[in-house]
């Protein structure tokens, strides 16, 4: 069977879907391959869109949630977008890569590459299945106006109310949950973890991450948990942010910390924590889910992520860090307050998907043998 997963860069959430669902039917026996559209038809294009977004998140985070929040409500600002992203120019760049490539089933990992695929079919050049992912706690903007995508992957069933509202047939979604790679599914012994990591095994680990970039306030976030008076060690990932890294190693903090930039121990790390503090990015709350991990969330951008929050608080998987609930009394609440970690780790196993992965792969594949 010859699966496409179609990605855009705009972030790294997309792609790390893509990459989770690749291995997946990877092991499973699928001839997969990855295209990122944006990339494929021209690397200006590809830069304008991801250089954009993270132009946008970082320095316009207002306005970009204000907008978010507007193509939400309003069909006109998605139909200037839509104009904006020129589908139909789009399309026709790619008719001939399917054309050429022939696949079988077509997985696709953002909304904008859902449009375009469904201008192609629509115009006569698709014919075969597409499964769209969504990749956070909410229905993004457009999926609404992608009827030729015979399937949707939400993060949960309680999405269902907003989808139909929005016009979404319930026959066409798929609440399989957010698929993060395999290794997220399997939890290992916390003191064991630890002790590959170079932790001290008895003592009480936080987790602090921001991203694949490091956003987030995490130079403010360690220096209050730190001033906290106890006895906690901290494990900081940068991710790409090296100024951040470099910030970090300058503190004077009484607690030990443990600074790692880029890593691919990501899952081992949230095995040895006890709970993490991150933004509400959809991919690391749905690891965090997956390895049954209490979160406290930061700094999230507006828009999606102000979704994700939301979804998360009110599950009581998280507890959110506002200008009237500090990141310090955030951790005090979780580790200090007898019974809470468990009453959280209870709300996470409601609503967490380990399987997810596995679950869109099998879908996939049984879909491949019927048609």
Known sequence: MRVLILTVTAGNGHNSTA????????????????????????????????????????HMPRQFGRAYSTMERYETPRKIVG????????????????????????????????????????????????MGIITDYCIHPFWEEVPSVEYIVTANTSFAYTAEHRGISP?????FGIPVAERFSKKRDQKEAR?????DEDQTTILIMGGSMGHGDMLRNVARIDAMDR?????????????????????KTINPIHL?????????????????????????????????????LSSPIPGQEDRNASFLLNSGAAVLVNKYFSVAEAIHYILETP??????????????????????????????RHD
């Open 260 to 296: 790692k930039g880029f890593t691919n121990q990501v899952d081992l790390y949230m095995d040895a924590a006890d709970c993490i503090v991150t933004k509400p990015g959809g991919l690391t709350t749905s690891e965090s889910l997956a390895k049954g991990l209490p979160m406290v």
């Open 83 to 130: 104009l904006l992203n020129d589908n139909r120019f789009i399309a026709s760049r790619l008719a001939g890569f399917f054309k050429d490539y022939s696949p079988d089933l077509i997985v696709i990992t953002h909304v904008f590459g859902a449009q375009v695929l469904d201008v192609l079919k629509r115009q006569g050049h698709l014919a075969v299945p597409m």
């Open 19 to 58: 990459t989770a669902v690749e291995e997946s039917l990877r092991t499973r026996g699928a001839d997969v391959s990855v295209l990122d559209m944006y990339k494929y038809i021209s690397r200006v294009l590809y830069n304008v869109v991801d250089k954009g977004y993270l132009f946008s998140v970082k």
């Open 339 to 368: 019974g809470r970690l468990a009453l959280m780790r209870e709300a996470i196993a409601l609503i967490a998907h380990p399987d997810a992965v596995e679950r869109i792969s099998q879908f996939v594949l049984q879909l491949g």
């Open 231 to 251: 006895n906690y060690q901290l494990v900081c990932i940068c991710g790409n942010n090296k100024r951040l890294y470099r910030r970090l190693g300058m503190l």
């Open 171 to 175: 026959d066409r979604l798929l609440p």
């Open 195 to 199: 002790r590959q990591l170079g932790l």
